[in-house]
Structure formats: structure tokens, C-alpha cells
């Protein structure tokens, strides 16, 4: 039986999709709530797995050993690097850990040891199915690091290195363990500002309602995944 595990970093990013939850279960498991239901007639579970590439990495890792998950969603809002316009929607084709460097090794920076490259490329098929519901949804790379991403010189420092679109501090993580797991993964965020200077300012004043949008992208397409 299908079910999507969807991470998503914040309460508030996630309440506006677990208040949609029917047949809700609230589970406690590691030090983490997990919210069981279904969206749309699907079988979900959602978990708010804090800020960062850790945490991120453990919540997936919940995921796919505990509650047999068949697709992971990193989900929730980014920073937009190449211009993209706030409150405009990304479904990533991959993502890149820009704060990985073993370049003294000689490797380029962000490839992970043990993994072909830099890039995690995200699940084709659902990706494709998730873009073809979303108008006017933008692709491309976005860049995970341990970093709130508000300065123009990091921004342009990021988009020069990896060609990224977007930031964020977690979908890297949880690619990365869907890969580990043998488990397909996707990339969808509603983008709440820049990433350039005063860049935490936007985020603030648009959290409420990009994650209105967020929550709106995921029931309009999870049930064709």
C-alpha cells in the first residue's frame, strides 16, 4: 500500500497540512511527533523534523524504517536564488549540499564520499507529476546547507558554485537518505524570499501564507503520485 512521508522543518510550515489530515494518529517516537492520516485518500505521514541537515537525515530515516514509507517529501519553504519571484513554486530536479567541501582532497566541492557526484537527482516520475499539477512551477537545483541563507554575497557565492535556484537546510539531507534507502524522493517548496540581505525579514512576514501555498501544492498532486 502506498504511503508518502512528507519532512517539512517547521510547526508552521506543517499545520496548515495537518490540519487537512483525515483519520489523524499522533504518534511519539525518538523524540519526535509524527502525524498519520490521509490526504486526499492517501496514506501520509508528516513529520516536523526541526531546522537542519541532521535533523532532517534522522526524521527520514524514521521514516523509511519505522512507518515503510514509499516516497519521501521534502517539502516546505526556500530562499530564492536566481531571481526566482516569492511566493512562486519549485519542484527541484536535484539538490546540492553547498556546505559539503572536501575539496582539499580534491574533489569538487559538495560531492559526498561514497556517492557518483555532487547532485542528488530527485525521483523523475513524481517529480514530472508534481510539476505537470503545479502552474507555472520552476525546476532546477536547489542547495542544502547548515545555513538561514540572508546575504547577497553567499546568494551570488551559491548560484556561481552549483547553478542552484533555491536554498534550503534540509532537502539534501533527506535525498541523501532516500538514496541510502533505495527509497525515491522529491523536492517541492513555495519560496519565501531572496536569500540576499534582510532576507530573515521576508521570510518572516511570508511564512504564514507560502505555507498556505505549500500546503495547497501538496493536496493538489498527492493524489496522483
Not at 494518529?25 to 513529520?47: A, M, N, P
Not at 523509511?64 to 530564492?80: D, F, M, R
Amino acid at each position: 500500500m502506498k504511503k508518502i512521508g512528507l519532512i517539512i522543518a517547521m510547526k508552521e510550515e506543517a499545520e496548515k497540512l495537518i490540519d487537512k489530515l483525515q483519520d489523524i494518529q499522533v504518534e511519539e517516537y525518538k523524540g519526535r511527533k509524527f502525524y498519520l492520516g490521509k490526504l486526499k485518500g492517501v496514506s501520509v505521514v508528516i513529520g516536523v523534523c526541526g531546522i537542519g541537515k541532521v535533523n532532517a537525515a534522522h526524521l527520514a530515516t524514521v521514516m523509511c524504517n519505522k512507518y515503510n514509507v514509499s516516497l519521501l517529501i521534502s517539502t516546505g519553504l526556500a530562499g530564492g536564488l536566481a531571481k526566482l519571484p516569492k511566493l512562486s513554486v519549485l519542484i527541484a530536479d536535484g539538490v546540492v549540499q553547498h556546505d559539503f567541501d572536501t575539496t582539499a582532497f580534491g574533489r569538487q566541492k559538495g560531492h559526498i564520499t561514497g556517492f557518483d557526484g555532487p547532485i542528488f537527482k530527485t525521483s523523475k516520475k513524481e517529480t514530472n507529476i508534481l510539476r505537470s499539477g503545479i502552474k507555472n512551477a520552476s525546476s532546477g537545483i536547489i542547495a542544502t546547507g547548515d545555513q538561514f541563507i540572508n546575504s547577497e554575497e553567499k546568494r551570488r557565492e551559491i548560484v556561481a558554485e552549483f547553478g542552484a535556484v533555491a536554498c534550503d537546510m534540509e532537502s539534501g539531507a533527506v535525498a541523501q537518505i532516500a538514496s541510502l534507502e533505495g527509497i525515491p524522493c522529491c523536492i517541492a517548496r513555495v519560496i519565501s524570499d531572496d536569500a540576499g540581505d534582510g532576507a530573515e525579514d521576508d521570510f518572516n512576514t511570508f511564512i504564514n501564507e507560502a505555507s498556505t501555498l505549500n500546503a495547497n501544492l501538496i493536496l493538489g498532486t498527492i493524489d496522483k503520485l
